[in-house]
């Protein structure tokens, strides 16, 4: 037989061969036809690993680009934040809106009020105040000639030439309680009378009202721990153990605790409360290690002219914890998007609204955090953060100029110039989100405002409402302040006696009254106070206590 070609040949080739050899011949090709075929298709598919290998490779290359960006972006907000200024103020002013355009716009509103809606009087503006206060104790020093200076002299007469501000040294001192007691003989035998003592709220204890006063005021209001208060009081003639002073503190939290619930009752009946919270870390806590965090817990609020600023500790952040604390309220509540409030708010169907300052604060690190960052000047290029700060911006700007108006007036400005303002900012938000890069911050500060939305917009509803939950916030600013101080608490009791003893300092404050004097009134009272009507009377605004600086009450 003929052996086949290998290669394909002209048909004349094949002309002498068998139909066998044909076959033979037409089979060697089909196989060489299928060898080139799986070459062919071993080739394609090398090609599309080849290709799909690239594909992963370039999505590998753009999450690690994109991983990068992230981090950093992370790295200038960090450096922001540890070489740029602190403040919230915003280095890239854009002016979107004209200030005076606007005041006119709120002014134009105003007059359209029905005639039985007096406007409120704008407040005068602040005047500087000159030389000392008239409330503090003055002495007059008199420097005098002597006789042979006034000899011939026609008259004498005293000019004021200065003051001068003196410090008067704290001083410790005992104080000897000595006990008048009478005798009385009757029927063959005696009777002793003696004088009535004090009631001190402690019992047996050496410190004085005074002095608790001082100490808990010297440690959350001033946040000096008990071990620089141990050496103070040691200079000062005596040694007080900081062991002492904790004990005693945390034996107040009980003698305090039936005003606390007092003022929770009355804080509860108001329909506007404000609720934030913070971590505070707790030694000693049953079925917690000492590196978890535990939470302080701050509601302000209160009836009209009856603010008060409550501190609760808990262990725990969950829901239960609001929902004990506001049991029998059903106003509006303000706090930032914290997921815990739900419950409370669905259980006790209060209403909801957010604080604007959150939002604000998200877009604010996302510019800090942008190329450029805190250094960016005038004419370099806004991004979406800068642009959403400028609509946040202008919503405070229009706060600001209703700020001294009535609270139907507020609501009126509010619905004539927030609202639309609000629905463009949205409707911007809506466009812009899906063009920004997944997980970045200003990504991030997007969907929070989003989610957050119909919360954010809820202060719009009424006038006395706040456009943010700034109240709450500076309330418990000199916690934050005192807990860099003294750190951690010991224990659960401890943690608890410092939320009662902030929580009247902060209610003090909020009510225009010297914490330190407050204390000390409550303090020589609070031992007798066993009527309602006696408890009731140590609450802040019923003592009857001069009201110092508005600055105590925290911007309220």
């Known amino acids: 037989m003929k052996k086949a070609p290998s290669t394909p040949i002209n048909t004349s080739d094949y002309s002498g061969l068998s139909t066998a050899e044909l076959l033979a011949v037409i089979g060697d090709f089909q196989q060489q036809l299928a060898q080139k075929e799986q070459a062919l298709q071993s080739r394609d598919e090398a090609i599309q690993s080849l290709d799909h290998s690239l594909q992963s490779q370039h999505k590998a290359i753009q999450q690690r680009d994109h991983y990068i960006a992230l981090l950093e972006e992370q790295l200038r907000l960090k450096k922001a934040q540890q070489f ?32 039985d809606i007096a406007p409120a009087e704008p407040k005068a503006a602040k005047k500087r105040q000159r030389g000392f206060s008239g409330k503090l104790v003055r002495e ?193 509540l303000q706090a930032d998007g914290y997921s815990g409030y739900g419950r409370v708010c669905r259980e006790n169907n209060i209403t909801r609204i957010g604080c ?10 996302a510019s800090k955090a942008a190329p450029g960052g805190a250094k960016k000047a005038k004419k370099s290029k806004i991004s ?34 927030s609202l639309p303002l609000l629905e463009t900012f949205k409707t911007w938000l809506e466009k812009q989100v899906g063009k920004v890069m997944k997980g970045s911050l200003t990504r991030i500060a997007m969907e929070y405002t989003l989610n957050q939305w119909p919360y954010l917009t809820g202060y719009c509803e009424h006038g006395y409402l706040h456009i943010s939950n700034v109240l709450a916030e500076n309330a418990i600013r000199p916690f934050a302040v005192g807990r860099r101080a003294w750190l951690f608490a010991d224990t659960t009791r401890g943690a608890r006696a410092s939320a009662t003893c902030y929580s009247l300092i902060e209610t003090a404050k909020a009510n225009q009254l010297e914490p330190s004097a407050y204390i000390h009134y409550v303090l020589d009272r609070i031992g007798e106070a066993d009527t309602l009507e006696k408890l009731e009377a140590l609450l802040p605004w019923n003592v009857p206590l001069k009201p110092v600086s508005k600055n105590l009450a925290q911007y309220g």
């Not at 604007?356 to 690190?365: N, S």
Request: one cysteine or more; a negative charge; charged letters at 30%.
């Open 84 to 115: 740029a200024a602190s403040s919230e103020k915003h280095t890239h002013q854009i002016h979107l809106f004209d200030e005076a355009e606007m005041e006119a716009e709120i002014e134009a509103l105003l007059e359209q009020l029905p005639e």
């Open 140 to 332: 007059r020093i008199e420097l005098t000639l002597s006789e042979e200076e006034k000899a011939g002299a026609s008259k004498t007469f005293f000019t004021k030439v200065k003051e001068e501000l003196q410090f008067i040294p704290a001083q410790l001192k005992v104080l000897e309680i000595w006990q008048e007691k009478a005798v009385f003989e009757r029927d063959g035998s005696e009777t002793i009378i003696a004088a009535k003592r004090p009631v001190h709220p402690l019992g047996k204890c050496i410190a004085t009202t005074s002095l608790l006063a001082y100490i808990i005021t010297s440690k959350y209001a001033d946040g000096l721990p008990l071990y620089r208060l141990e050496q103070m009081l040691k200079r000062l003639g005596h040694e007080v153990g900081r062991t002492s002073m904790a004990h005693w503190i945390i034996r107040l939290e009980d003698v305090f605790r039936p005003l606390i619930n007092l003022i929770r009752e009355v804080q509860n009946s108001s329909h506007y409360l404000q609720a934030d919270e913070t971590r505070i870390q707790v030694l000693k806590e049953d079925g917690k290690s000492t590196q978890s965090d535990k939470w302080m817990w701050i509601t302000r609020g209160g009836p009209p002219g009856q603010p008060s600023v409550l501190f609760e500790y808990d262990p725990s952040r969950a829901g239960s914890v609001p929902v004990r604390l506001l049991d029998d309220f059903a106003g509006i």
């Open 356 to 365: 604007w300052d959150h939002a604000r604060r998200k877009f604010i690190e």
């Open 384 to 417: 979406k953060a800068d642009i959403a700060l400028g609509y946040i911006r202008k919503l405070y700007a229009i706060e600001r100029e209703a700020r001294d108006r009535s609270d139907t007036e507020k609501y009126k400005v509010r619905q004539a110039l």
